[in-house]
């Protein structure tokens, strides 16, 4: 899942780093930040490689910036489109399937990315429409595995593990993305990590499986181990879904207000990060990949410290499962909240800035041992469907933010950024209060499996 996850980030965002070589250098320094395609593209738009640097080998198009902005937004449409339906499916279907499918046809496309950009600019957007559309279904169908493969004890570290692979992969494509543009040529970005997604996928439909009960491999003891902790699964992947169960659960809406505050900041963080430090504290973020990657080291590093951390904690019985995912969602909204509030009065300095630059995004990660994977413990059956909606929230909390931020720098721009860092802090702690004050842990009456009718049900047929 950590392969997965590292592979669909780097196509994802391989275009960002390679139209820095694809249009001409003067539309490349005029394309503005609101108009990527998310959090992780931005901070590569800006990458550690000049222009003037690339190989001009490759083929170059005539691109406005306004085109660019459309190219890049395409994906982002794509996601939204398959998020919820794709949960939904992959709870009947399985999430082998829907999110090797997913995989698959997104690595296809990423090879195919090159010649569409031949063909013109409206191939270009729908290919990236369409990879938007397979991601989403490859995104909100781990968790449907997770319902059945992750023990409750185990639950924080697996999860934070496979995530951490977005961030990871981040990392990665900033410090070589643009070094293979330069010593290869642009196309070679998508067919190389086109061409690692199509090895994932080769490794996926081997050997995956969707619970553990269809393993071939598993020994006794661990299938034994991991049934007897799980709830007890459904009989029939067949299912009618309770929205109205679902839109009257308030600990439901904890867990959504706790996305949308999260990918709030993170996403305004991520991308404004290369404009903020090259206007404030002059310097040009492309001349220092390094720089430019700490974030995503730190997003990695504090999701798999926070995951076994959480697990430990339950593991030991030091802290109930309720307090865990308290603690963490806590921890990722206030801890971040504090270093944003700080940023606009230690401007002067540049040590302190890029400091609380790399935990912010660091910091945030620990909420992926709270609110994060708290669907996984109050609706299982339903986990893969409710995180769709779930990083629906994230998405538009992510378009009002950047738009927000844009509208604020505009004005004024030191007394926009301490509006904006303000205004997020703000949005971080509504969120928290809500989850703390509504998040469980507990099944729901409507996430469980009714194998006969009870009282209730007899009486309700009766009258």
């Not at 950590?2 to 394309?31: D, E, W």
């Not at 990722?332 to 909240?337: D, E, K, N, Y």
């Not at 007394?415 to 809500?434: P, Y």
């Amino acid at each position: 899942m950590h392969f997965s996850n590292f592979t669909m980030i780097t196509q994802r965002v391989s275009l960002s780093i390679a139209i820095i070589a694809m249009v001409n250098s003067t539309q490349q320094h005029s394309l503005s930040n609101a108009s990527t395609e998310g959090p992780f593209a931005d901070a590569f738009n800006n990458s550690s490689i000049s222009i003037k640097e690339f190989d001009t080998k490759a083929t170059v198009y005539q691109w406005s910036p306004e085109t660019q902005g459309i190219i890049f937004s395409s994906i982002n449409y794509g996601i939204i489109l398959t998020l919820i339906p794709s949960g939904y499916l992959a709870g009947i279907f399985g999430a082998k399937q829907m999110l090797g499918a997913g995989l698959l046809i997104s690595s296809l496309l990423t090879l195919f990315t090159p010649l569409a950009a031949d063909f013109g600019v409206i191939l270009v957007i729908v290919v990236r429409t369409v990879q938007g559309m397979a991601q989403g279904m490859a995104w909100t169908g781990q968790f449907t595995i997770w319902a059945k493969w992750a023990p409750p004890l185990e639950r924080s570290k697996l999860t934070t593990i496979a995530g951490s692979g977005s961030a990871f992969g981040s990392f990665i494509i900033l410090c070589v993305g643009g070094l293979i543009s330069q010593v290869l040529g642009w196309p070679f970005i998508f067919y190389i990590f086109g061409s690692t997604g199509c090895i994932c996928c080769l490794l996926w439909f081997t050997v995956i499986y969707d619970d553990p009960m269809q393993h071939p491999c598993i020994s006794v003891r661990e299938k034994e181990h991991i049934m007897s902790s799980l709830p007890q699964q459904p009989s029939s992947p067949r299912r009618a879904v309770p929205i109205k169960a679902m839109v009257t659960c308030l600990p439901l809406w904890a867990i959504f207000m706790g996305f949308f505050s999260h990918f709030w900041l993170c996403t305004i963080i991520l991308t404004y990060l290369p404009t903020y430090i090259s206007t404030l504290l002059h310097v040009n973020i492309r001349d220092s990949g390094v720089l430019s990657s700490l974030p995503f080291i730190a997003a990695a590093s504090c999701t798999i410290l926070g995951g076994q951390l959480a697990d430990f904690l339950l593991s030991r019985n030091l802290l109930r499962l309720i307090t865990v995912r308290k603690l963490f969602s806590s921890l990722g909204l206030l801890l971040p909240s504090v270093c944003a509030v700080a940023l606009p009065f230690v401007a002067s300095s540049y040590v302190i800035t890029i400091i609380l630059l790399i935990l912010i995004p660091g910091t945030s990660n620990l909420c992926d041992s709270g609110f994060i994977i708290n669907t996984l413990d109050i609706a299982p059956r339903y986990a893969s469907f409710l995180m769709g909606i779930s990083r629906g929230f994230g998405l538009i909390a992510g378009i009002v933010s950047s738009t927000a931020t844009g509208f604020l720098i505009s004005q004024d721009f030191e007394s926009g950024w301490r509006n904006v860092f303000f205004l997020s802090a703000a949005v971080n702690m509504f969120g928290l209060v809500f989850y703390l004050t509504l998040g469980q842990t507990e099944i729901q009456d409507w996430a469980k499996e009714r194998t006969s009718p009870t009282s209730e049900d007899i009486k309700l047929f009766q009258i």
